[in-house]
């Protein structure tokens, strides 16, 4: 069985920051991408960010500038610093993993990001 626990959500003020991070536990191996997806109420899911096993990194315009993204390959974790939060960027965030060899998808359960006044 699979897990990624995520942890970091909560309300902020704009221009504020909060960083995000997710843990895969259980029997995952081969981790090839991680990344945070971000669902606000009447929109798709989104890609946020992503890296890959080497280092390379994906950003959505948005974020670029302000979010940074980085992994432990060593612990299978995640994580996600948002700076200069604005109200666009309140939503659902998720963690996503992607091995390889079997390729497979894992999603965290989400964790709240409100940035508000």
């Known amino acids: 069985q699979v897990q990624l626990v995520e942890s970091g959500g909560g309300l902020v003020q704009p221009g504020g920051s909060l960083r995000l991070s997710c843990a895969a536990s259980?029997?995952?191996?081969?981790?090839?991408?991680m990344g945070w997806y971000r669902q606000a109420p009447g929109n798709e899911r989104e890609l946020v960010a992503r890296?890959?096993?080497?280092?390379?990194?994906n950003y959505a315009n948005s974020v670029k500038g302000r979010f940074t993204i980085s992994r432990d390959n060593a612990k299978n974790t995640v994580t996600l610093q948002m700076n200069n939060l604005n109200p666009e960027d309140t939503a659902v965030y998720y963690c996503?993993?992607?091995?390889?060899?079997?390729?497979?998808?894992?999603w965290g359960q989400g964790t709240q990001v409100t940035v508000s006044s």
């Open positions: 996503n993993v992607i091995t390889a060899s079997p390729s497979l998808r894992y």
């Open positions: 259980g029997s995952i191996f081969n981790i090839y991408i």
């Open positions: 890296i890959f096993s080497d280092g390379t990194t």
